[in-house]
């Protein structure tokens, strides 16, 4: 039993806002437990430099957490003035994985700006921006198949959960913040509707984990992931069946 | 008639959503129609350096858009890695304006933060962070009314307006992004609940005004600023009457 | 009686040392009392990106302190890599101020940059620099009429002033360092020659203000505007009456 | 068969040369094929405030490549005026893998800084660095070990390689610069001399992999950590076989 | 003879204006020809961390330009966010010389502060502001010995001057600004008042030159600095001739 | 009989190991003694903006030192975020100092970027920068002389050397780091082939230095540069004297 209840295989409830700001082309507010996400997707009519006259799309994410997202006030990296090495590695995996269900090629000569902005943390918050990016992205990209007549470039589900190894040596699904500090392994794993791997991050400061204790965590892993697929097939609708 | 139906006079529909993120001791979500504005305020057990031994407190306040609060995306300022001069500005105004009603001497060696983060914007983001800033601030000062018996140091209510000089010479209260766009004179007024000035920030880019234009928006600001207080009491009710 | 013997509504001794420095299209040191300011106005002959093709010109200001134009020697920008809230605040001042009085289509698609460097602070810094920027610009402006045969852009007169509330509740025109540490209230006000207002920015950190103040202070200010307006009128004589 | 005519499992020839530069307290130059990195460990007498008083050590790493390290000349991170998203990823990596080998509270209150300097690229620089920085840290910390007679912190061999799918699907071990920018799917795998994994980073850019493909990569990577920490014994020889 | 009418061997007219700005410990505005400095010395009682506990003082230099103390513009270094190599090079060499003429020792644990804004710019800057800052700095120190009772530290008299190789070959003393841009050879000299070298920079970026032409250089920079070492003499007067 | 045993007017052993990195159009690692420096030389095919259009190149060097180059471990520049001033005063010396043999405009619109990266310091790592650069330089060149049929545009051989004046007043050729920190007068002097000066910096911080105290500095450095150049010719064989 988990601190908070749940079973060692369940994820804490999921809730997507669609529509979350009004201004952005696909917006959604993601809660998995008590960590909160706004993601936002922004569509822009140009590439990067390294990309100009490819005719391919490109997609990019920032990520970024409110000071009081978490229990003791951080500083903003605005007023640092630079972006710490977590950011910076979080907001290029969110790029990475979204990239790898785009086919940039139909999404024609345009960026894909995701934003993802925590507003309160309890573990999971790149995991969470991932899933909810990911909708985000869904429903900009949408609008552009209808008003721009491109066919739909968004070619699987995409979605991302976190697995680890307690303290007590336990296998968890999607720890909160509590549980992700005093786990010994921590695993994110990013995986498509279609069940293929996206991205596979393990790392065990704390200590190290054998091969059959990997292979616990990616089964683990699977279910999480199919279970948030599931969230974000009901929330799309008729949006990405139609368009697929 | 206003563009969006209402009379010169009156304010957007205000909301203030208490205790809106779970880790700070004060948090809001102000709505003002749609601009949106999530403050809140966190206390620090230690003051800034110009202030140590002194027996005193201070009020800080920073200030961010979210890149898609607005119309078009904005570029983050940490990625730019510089906080640029309106957001300077901004918070600058927020901090002097809470230190104004609160007895910095009874809040003790303390420091009060206070994060105006904006998820949307429709004009007026400077006041509606005021004014919901010293919501949770005084939710946030009520806890350490209770927990360290300190005497109340909140001296009185605060809350914050725009008026204006519109594009056809009509006074108006509370503009919206698009008559702020539009107006001749744009000016901020910042009152207390017993009806005096705090900060008064009046600018004539596109015209100037005479001193009788300067008096009727003055009467307007007076008019705004007692409905946004009379909202703010309904809000805080007793915590603030049994706390002043 | 004042610290330094004057009136209330006196203002120190100004003086205006046209063409102070060799180099820019216009050029002033401005001493008020023990404030000595050296105003350039450059011009170039492009606009920022945002006003490209436009056929509008822009004005833009840079403020800066000797880091011993102060009693205490406070560190260079350049050295903190950079530049202060106080310090933008200032420089966005003034570029508006100077706007107001000048028909940016007549300047045509040209920049001018002024450039304020206190070499000396004795309170009123801010208010200094519009004074003696504004003749700096009439100077470089005057050169464009004659060279390029514009019609003459500028189209009023246009001064700064601060006016406060002493720490006896006295009315002052024209603070002192001293006596700006010691005020309740501190206002600034910039006007035109015609009587109009184009900033004002009322603030009372250490004591609100009533509207029956502010109408006092704002007389106050009408006063030392209208002054210092004569001031300028006798040193740029027939340069400003032949060109408008 | 591959491009450098090697096996589908076989590594590049490595070499270790120790002391390289003279002054830090655990220098090796590491060659992968044409990857050369120089790894020196500094032992400083303190550690980060966020450790101070506690009793434990830490162990930080830096990663950098000289302009012409790679084949056209990329510009200095110091002359940017930051360090880019990837050196950070990289550093954190090198950082994380080291402690996980080194018993923090036997090595006391000390920092070992790492610096893994790339001076030739040809791929894989990550896990060169991190193979290389292993043998460095184990010679600063033996003598530590001999001189300060504290108990061997070193717990494990370590090192890292990356593995691949290649653009033909086939599998890869240690992926030159061309497999590198040909590669679907790359991993890069950190283990223990007892074939614990410390990290496991896989990601697919250009495609997806299966749960099988992920199998038969982790196997290869087996095999090539085995032959690295082969070679790194022999290396290190005496050294540590006698501190252990 | 030369654009300006001067002989080969000439100074541009040199004027020492002392106590130029009222709050520093000593100030000059330094005018050679037309290039304008203002040089101001301040004293802090405390050293840089590296010299703390030695009983020692520390001399250190600022140095600046303001945008139009140029023909063109150029953009303030605060707004760039950083200090050119160009800077960096000019303040370090202010720095180093009034240390060479300074007994650290008697003066002291305190810092002297040197700033050097050029207002207007005519070639030699540099060498203006050490021969001006040397005179703001036996001012400063001058107030010490009497207030602090100090032996009087400055050992020796300091100046600087240019000389250089004109594009007609000729020898040249103190170069305008025409005369440097035109220079084959450009050499900065600083001496003491009993003719022994500090500084010595020479660069032939256009051109090389012979043993022969620096001897050449040199005995015209020896005739230089003793008129300036003259000049300097008689504006420090008693001052200098009492304390030493 | 110096600390090393050598005599005063004896180089430490030099060495030129050619083509040592093998990306860069140019390489070598030179040894002066225990000091190693990494002199990669790059073309661009492209001037930098203030050249375009001029049908002249340009040459600029970067230099920089790995952290354990030194006995203390220094902070990496890119962490820091700005280069040092000692930085920047070595990178500009070496560019100038290279461009004073080479024909801009036969090298054609095209950019020389020399990276001087000091693996290993034990003093004069400016003067074996300049020295080793001008080697790799050539290599660069000449691949262009064969590649593009340019005429060769190296007019001069070039090498760099320190002297000093040691802590017994004892004349230096060539001054390690120890010799370095206690030197009175510490003088670095760049040289053509012919026997010209490019560049001459000499300064005493401790001492200042008499006339013939320079005549007997610089006829040290000319005998050192003269042994410099014999290595650097062997080194350069039919190279250099194929293409002079």
Request: glycine letters at 10%; hydrophobic letters at 40%; a negative charge.
């Amino acid at each position: 039993m988990r601190i908070d209840g749940r079973e060692a295989n369940q994820l804490r409830p999921v809730s997507l806002d669609l529509h979350f700001i009004k201004h952005p082309e696909g917006s959604v507010l993601i809660s998995c437990g008590e960590t909160k996400v706004i993601c936002n997707a922004s569509i822009e009519d140009r590439v990067p430099p390294f990309l100009r006259g490819e005719g391919k799309g490109w997609i990019t994410a920032e990520y970024s957490m409110l000071p009081r997202a978490t229990n003791e006030r951080t500083i903003r990296e605005s007023s640092k003035g630079k972006v710490s090495g977590r950011t910076m590695e979080i907001q290029r995996l969110i790029g990475r994985a979204l990239r790898s269900v785009v086919d940039l090629e139909l999404l024609g000569e345009r960026t894909i700006w995701i934003d993802c902005d925590v507003i309160q943390a309890d573990g999971g918050t790149r995991t969470a921006s991932i899933t909810g990016a990911y909708v985000a992205m869904v429903i900009a990209i949408s609008k552009l198949v209808e008003s721009k007549g491109i066919k739909m470039p968004v070619t699987d589900y995409l979605a991302a959960i976190s697995v680890g190894i307690g303290k007590n040596s336990e296998l968890l699904l999607d720890l909160n913040y509590q549980e992700d500090s005093d786990a010994q392994v921590d695993m994110n794993v990013v995986m498509t509707g279609t069940g293929k791997f996206v991205e596979l991050q393990g790392t065990g400061e704390e200590a190290t984990f054998s091969r059959q204790e990997l292979n616990s965590l990616l089964d683990l892993a699977e279910k999480g992931i199919h279970d948030l697929i599931n969230i974000q097939k009901k929330a799309l609708g008729e949006l990405i069946s139609e368009t697929k």
